[in-house]
């Protein structure tokens, strides 16, 4: 009988603990910000948790991650310059100097498995002079000027301009080469971040379409989704099929999730991004090309942004729900720790909103 009693105590006990624990468990969870990103591939997702490692993290990345970084960079150069050698032939845009054809092979030698596997420095100290070559010559300039028609980075003009010191044996990527470096995401990866007190959980997921069967996953217990757009690709196709607009698919995936109702009680704040972009562009590429209901000053870079917003705005069949959006550009940390000082308000309150009416 005593030892029925001791063992009952001890159940008992347990059974309290397991269940305190799960309380708190709970509690971390309810406590903890579940911030979701979701948006196109190269919208700017992963750019953005990289800022939130600058200003709410270590403030740099590791040694590890740098050197992951330097190969990154290698390989992005590496591919932007594959993608104009092509292009300019498909244009059929002559040479300046048609000797500098010769070293087409030295480049266009590498496979696509080459470049996931990663380039070290000794191969790519050897392409360097010769991708400066075709970077220095007009034919090369030319195709990049009609980067619309085909798929190249966004970031390879910054590090062709800097190949010289990319291509030193001591480089040492900094914090703005790190931003610009492309690596697309695949699958899902966390990030935690404690903000003030409060643990804020960055979900950061591949947007291409291939990768968006993963998102459903990651839907339960979220806090927030911050929707990011690339604001600049009004004159460009996606990867996937080259032939549907980057801002019609973004805008038809953006439709898919605000008006899900697994977020009826989630925030979903949008981001315009690569505004910096969008101002080079807007001067050069007429949006009244690819958007014939655009009234407004084409050549107004504020125009083409709330055209832009407008587009997002409505469609969302709920239009008694508060809308959030803001203009950012993910490469600049100091308009992120800018926009993000409000979007946390905003998850906040809005957190707040939804627990008192629970
Ligand atoms: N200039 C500029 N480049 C950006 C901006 N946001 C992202 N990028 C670049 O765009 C590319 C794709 O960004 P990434 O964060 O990988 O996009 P993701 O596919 O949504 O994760 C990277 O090379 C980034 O450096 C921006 O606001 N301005
Ligand atoms: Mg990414």
Not at 65 to 94: H, P
Not at 154 to 182: E, G, W
Not at 205 to 212: D, E, L, P
Not at 258 to 267: C, D, E, G, L
Request: aromatic residues 10%; charged residues 30%; proline residues 2%.
């Amino acid at each position: 009988m005593m030892v029925f009693c001791c063992a009952q105590g001890t159940k008992d006990e347990q059974t309290k603990r397991i269940e305190k624990e799960l309380k708190k468990e709970k509690e971390v969870l309810r406590r903890q910000m579940r911030i979701l990103l979701l948006g196109s591939g190269e919208s700017g997702k992963s750019t953005f948790i990289k800022q939130m490692v600058i200003i709410h993290g270590a403030g740099e990345f590791t040694a590890d991650e740098v050197r992951g970084y330097r190969q990154q960079i290698y390989q992005n150069v590496i591919s932007a310059m594959r993608v104009l050698l092509d292009a300019r032939q498909k244009l059929n845009i002559s040479w300046e100097i048609p000797e500098r054809a010769e070293d087409i092979d030295k480049i266009m030698k590498f496979t696509v498995a080459d470049l996931l596997r990663g380039i070290d420095f000794a191969t790519f100290v050897e392409v360097a002079p010769i991708i400066r070559e075709f970077w220095s010559d007009a034919s090369i300039k030319k195709t990049y000027e009609r980067r619309n028609l085909f798929q190249i980075s966004d970031s390879c003009q910054y590090f062709f301009d800097h190949i010289s010191r990319v291509a030193m044996p001591d480089f040492q990527p900094t914090n703005k080469d790190i931003l610009l470096c492309r690596k697309a995401t695949r699958g899902i990866s966390e990030h935690i971040f404690e903000i003030n007190k409060v643990p804020f959980r960055f979900i950061d997921v591949g947007g291409q379409r291939s990768q968006r069967q993963k998102w459903f996953q990651c839907f339960t217990d979220i806090t927030s989704i911050l929707f990011m757009v690339a604001s600049n690709e009004y004159d460009q196709v996606i990867l996937e099929d080259r032939r549907t607009n980057r801002v019609v698919e973004s805008r038809s995936v953006f439709e898919a999730i605000v008006n899900n109702r697994a977020f009826v009680n989630v925030s979903i704040i949008l981001f315009m991004n690569k505004s910096d972009l969008l101002k080079e562009k807007v001067p050069k590429s007429d949006i009244r090309q690819y958007f014939a209901d655009f009234t407004g000053d084409h050549l107004s870079v504020r125009d083409v942004q709330f055209f832009l917003v407008d587009r997002f705005e409505n469609s969302r069949k709920d239009r008694a729900r508060p809308f959030f959006y803001h203009f950012t550009t993910a490469v600049d940390t100091e308009n992120i720790r800018r926009v993000f000082r409000d979007v946390r308000e905003t998850i906040l309150e809005q957190n707040l909103a939804t627990l008192m009416m629970q």
